[in-house]
T-cell receptor, first 115, second 108 residues
Framework: GAVVSQHPSWVICKSGTSVKIECRSLDFQATTMFWYRQFPKQSLMLMATSNEGSKATYEQGVEKDKFLINHASLTLSTLTVTSAHPEDSSFYIC???????????FGPGTRLTVL | AQRVTQPEKLLSVFKGAPVELKCNYSYSGSPELFWYVQYSRQRLQLLLRHISRESIKGFTADLNKGETSFHLKKPFAQEEDSAMYYCALRRGTDKLIFGTGTRLQVFP
């Protein structure tokens, strides 16, 4: 089946630094990728929809200048958490929609801890 | 507003017992509903979708528009069914709205 990878799987950083998380579709092309955030014992909350070659669409309440999304190719989207603070610590999950279908595959997630 | 509610955070049963994981939704349009499952230390994966009307791993779910529900059922639970289950509603063409999830524990 289709595989979505995320890198890194976990990261610890100091407050004020920026962190980049990559989401890759390994064996299929994805015109659309999604970024979710999951707090402990809570549900996945959609942060933004990333479309290849265009600007991401952010959900209400998500700061686009804080969470920079780039979708430069059909197999890669990146999420950069800028000037990270402890409250940004969370589990970030991406999913990718197979082109010409409505099937989404999820990545394994990236755990971000900001000290 | 679109919303998915899973009232139970934890559901514990013994092997062989029937299982029903509840899901209710609110959505003004025609809903498309899904169940996703996350086994321990694995990624989220699609279990089934209402438009397929199929049974996966013995699980079924029927969309009840009158009760706005999409409960997940299995007549005889197995230990390997232990996992986190999320009900999700698709909004528009792509966006998924997830419920808070129900952890299913199946004891031997």
């Amino acid at each position: 089946g289709a595989v979505v990878s995320q890198h890194p799987s976990w990261v610890i950083c100091k407050s004020g630094t920026s962190v980049k998380i990559e989401c890759r579709s390994l064996d299929f092309q994805a015109t659309t990728m999604f970024w979710y955030r999951q707090f402990p014992k809570q549900s996945l909350m959609l942060m933004a929809t990333s479309n290849e070659g265009s600007k991401a669409t952010y959900e209400q309440g998500v700061e686009k200048d804080k969470f920079l999304i780039n979708h430069a190719s059909l197999t890669l989207s990146t999420l950069t958490v800028t000037s990270a603070h402890p409250e940004d610590s969370s589990f970030y999950i991406c999913s990718a929609r197979v082109v010409f279908t409505d099937t989404q595959y999820f990545g394994p997630g990236t755990r971000l801890t900001v000290l | 507003a679109q919303r998915v509610t899973q009232p139970e955070k934890l559901l514990s049963v013994f092997k062989g017992a029937p299982v029903e994981l509840k899901c209710n939704y609110s959505y003004s349009g025609s809903p498309e509903l899904f169940w996703y499952v996350q086994y321990s230390r694995q990624r989220l994966q699609l279990l089934l979708r209402h438009i397929s009307r199929e049974s996966i791993k013995g699980f079924t779910a029927d969309l009840n528009k009158g009760e706005t529900s999409f409960h997940l059922k299995k007549p005889f639970a197995q230990e390997e069914d232990s996992a986190m289950y999320y009900c999700a509603l698709r909004r528009g063409t792509d966006k998924l709205i997830f419920g808070t999830g129900t952890r299913l524990q199946v004891f031997p």
